[in-house]
Nanobody, 124 residues
Framework: QVQVAESGGGLVQAGGSLRLSCAAS????????MGWFRQAPGKEREFVAT????????DYADSVKGRFTISRDNAKNTVYLQMNSLKPEDTAVYYC?????????????????WGPGTQVTVSS
């Protein structure tokens, strides 16, 4: 059983930065592809970024490309999401998750273990 827990959310002004962390336990973290999703009020959960087991391969949604950076520290079983140049439309609950072994998509169904989420609010 894999467990993940996010931290680092908060309130920030537009143009500011936040770094989210995701601590994982159970299983073999260093072998997992990990991802971040977000869900704004009244909207569906959407893909933000993913990172391969070694950290060399990353993928980003167009809406965050160039502003967000996903990284990982396998020695600490932790994934990070550095968010810069934040916009009000980035306001959402951000979730950390593990991609199902063998999956390659960006849909929520391609991911299995989810954290409780952390709120990010960007004020204009």
């Amino acid at each position: 059983q894999v467990q993940v827990a996010e931290s680092g959310g908060g309130l920030v002004q537009a143009g500011g930065s936040l770094r989210l962390s995701c601590a994982a336990s159970g299983g073999t973290f260093s072998s997992y592809t990990m991802g971040w999703f977000r869900q704004a009020p009244g909207k569906e959960r959407e893909f933000v970024a993913t990172i391969g087991w070694s950290g060399r391969i990353t993928d980003y949604a167009d809406s965050v490309k160039g502003r967000f950076t996903i990284s990982r520290d396998n020695a600490k079983n932790t994934v990070y999401l550095q968010m810069n140049s934040l916009k009000p439309e980035d306001t959402a609950v951000y979730y950390c998750t593990r991609r199902r072994p063998g999956s390659r998509g960006r849909g929520s169904d391609d991911y299995d273990y989810w954290g409780p989420g952390t709120q990010v609010t960007v004020s204009s």
